[in-house]
């Protein structure tokens, strides 16, 4: 897959650009088996990007076929550690070359800022390859403490074909997440990304193949989740699903495990994430500044968004005065191909209508909207929602329990330490929690109380390569990121031999 690109503005770049849209299987570009194709659409102004390869069942078949077959040729899967770095290590380097060729398409395929592509997405992306790499020679097996005559001893091996299916709204890092520990560990994948954002996994294929893997081991089949999506978790020589996305696919993943043949199935799931502010926090304006980041940044289209907004009583007349200014100043709806936008537009129509759906129910609920609530102003083209708050809303309003995935944040005020963390607590998700304080030990408390896989203390949304990312409850039972993802991608096997004494 080639792109071009000649110097100047990113509108410039992106007219230039031209797309790749078969689907990438055995180590080359091909149609879908029925010649179908789907239309990716900018959600920006609503233009047609590009046509890109439908693929159903027939495809998952010949991809997950390709990625049996080379897995069983040990070509990867027994490729030494360290030659599997290197090549892991090429591509992480390839991916960063590329950075703003992934900007560009992902920003006109799902409407993220492309300032956000370059100072997030990519170099995330580039080092969640370098990390894992960096793992693949550190795994290591354990021999048991057995009687002398015996030799116990337990490996970590690949588990064969391992199908990633993984959500739209941070196409290249999502992907990035599940297939880079998946490759490493020595597995063969294949890829469905979400309908809404197909394009950037297709040059990464394509990269991956320049970084010198062999064919076969990373195969990327676009289309719906209920025809490919359905068909790689359906599948039966599929070992693992790793899965990122809504609750309700999320559990469907785990009834296409038990029907076909119970391979193993992580998920990623959503959240609908409480971010307490004390009234002992440090600072407010700084405090109200990361709460604005947590529901606003990437649109709200985040899975851990501190979308409850738990606000100590007594502050919270100051609190709203300094979260209001920030969301006035700071997160201004524009295009997304200019670098000083910081909101673009949702992925597409159907998720804006959603968005505006649930700020319907809100306002029909008793919440009152202070800020937003509907389509900026000269954006009607795009599928854009206004950066919105609700106070006045209770944690039983469908806005407080529902994960919207837009720019919506709900201030729901609480009294005491107590009821802050009953209300963090009463909900059916449990992906990350956030709280401002400066008591330490209100801080380490909540840490210990909160119902959630991530906890930020006077921060949100932070984190590194080592910083294992997933959720508790409803959010799901996996874990990106850190070593224990790499871990998550092997099984062992424990070996018992009878040496005499
Ligand atoms: P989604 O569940 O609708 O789709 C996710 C993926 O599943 C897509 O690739 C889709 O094609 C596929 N799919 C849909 N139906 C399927 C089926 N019947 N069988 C197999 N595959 C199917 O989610 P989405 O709208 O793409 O993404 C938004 C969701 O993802 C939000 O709930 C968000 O919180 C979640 N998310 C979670 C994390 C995390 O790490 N916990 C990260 C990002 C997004």
Same mark, same amino acid.
């Given at each position: ?7 100047? %503005? ?22 879908? @088996? ?45 490729? @030494? ?38 100072? #997030? ?21 354990? #021999? ?5 005559? *015996? ?9 064969? #074909? ?66 490919? +999506? ?66 606003? +940044? ?44 910081? *909101? ?41 929602? %206004? ?20 720019? #919506? ?24 929690? +956030? ?5 330490? +030990? ?60």
């Amino acid at each position: 897959m080639t792109i071009t690109r000649s110097a100047g %503005s990113w509108h410039d770049q992106a007219a230039k650009l031209s797309f790749e849209g078969r689907l990438f299987i055995d180590g080359d570009f091909r149609a879908a @088996a029925s010649g179908k194709m789907f239309e990716s659409i900018n959600p920006a102004n609503g233009s047609v990007l590009a046509e890109v390869s439908r693929g159903d069942a027939a495809d998952i078949d010949r991809a997950v076929a390709s990625s049996l077959k080379t897995f069983k040729s040990g070509a990867w899967s027994r490729l @030494a550690p360290r030659a599997r770095m290197a090549i892991m290590l090429r591509f992480a380097d390839l991916i960063e070359q590329h950075a703003s060729d992934f900007a560009l398409i992902d920003t006109l395929d799902m409407g993220k800022p492309i300032t956000e592509m370059l100072t #997030v997405d990519v170099p995330l992306a580039v080092n969640c390859f370098r990390f894992t790499a960096e793992c693949i020679d550190k795994m290591q097996g354990t #021999v048991g403490a057995t009687s002398p005559d *015996v030799l116990s001893y337990v490996l970590r091996q690949p588990l064969g #074909v391992v199908g990633c299916i993984v959500p739209w709204n941070y196409p290249l890092l999502m992907t990035a997440w599940k297939i880079a520990p998946a490759l490493a560990a020595g597995n063969c994948v294949v890829l469905k990304p979400a309908e809404q954002s197909r394009l950037s996994a297709l040059l990464l294929a394509s990269l991956f193949m320049q970084a010198g893997a062999p064919a076969g081991v990373l195969n990327v089949v676009n289309g719906f989740g209920a025809e490919a +999506g359905r068909a790689l978790a359906l599948h039966r020589d599929v070992e693992k699903i790793a899965f990122t996305g809504s609750v309700e696919i999320g559990k469907l993943m785990m009834v296409y495990s038990g029907q076909s043949n119970l391979k193993k199935v992580s998920t990623e799931c959503g959240g609908k994430s409480p971010h307490v502010i004390m009234a002992d926090a440090d600072n407010l304006e700084t405090a109200a500044w990361w709460a604005a980041m947590g529901i606003f +940044g990437n649109q709200g289209e985040v899975c851990c968004a501190g979308s409850r907004i738990l606000v100590q009583t007594s502050i919270l007349p100051d609190f709203l005065d300094a979260f209001s200014a920030v969301a006035k100043k700071d997160y201004i709806p524009g295009d997304p191909l200019e670098t000083t936008t910081t *909101v673009g537009p949702m992925v597409t129509v159907e998720q804006q209508q959603r968005v505006l759906n649930y700020i319907g129910i809100g306002k029909q609920g008793g919440a009152d909207c202070i800020l937003g609530g509907g389509v900026p102003e000269g954006l009607e083209a795009g599928a854009y929602v %206004s950066p919105t708050i609700f106070t006045g809303v209770s944690n039983s309003m469908t806005i407080a329990r529902e994960e919207i995935f837009g720019p #919506v944040a709900s201030i729901i005020p609480f009294d005491s330490y107590e009821d802050a963390v009953s209300i963090a607590n009463d909900s059916n998700f449990g992906l990350a929690a +956030g709280i401002w304080t400066s008591n330490l +030990g209100t801080a380490h408390r909540f840490a210990r109380d909160v119902e959630a896989g991530m906890v930020y203390i006077n921060s949100y949304m932070n984190g590194d390569m080592q910083f294992p990312f997933g959720g508790w409850k409803e959010s799901g039972n996996g874990r990106d990121k850190c070593m224990d993802a790499l871990v998550s991608y092997t099984q062992t096997k424990s070996v018992w031999a009878t040496i005499g004494n």
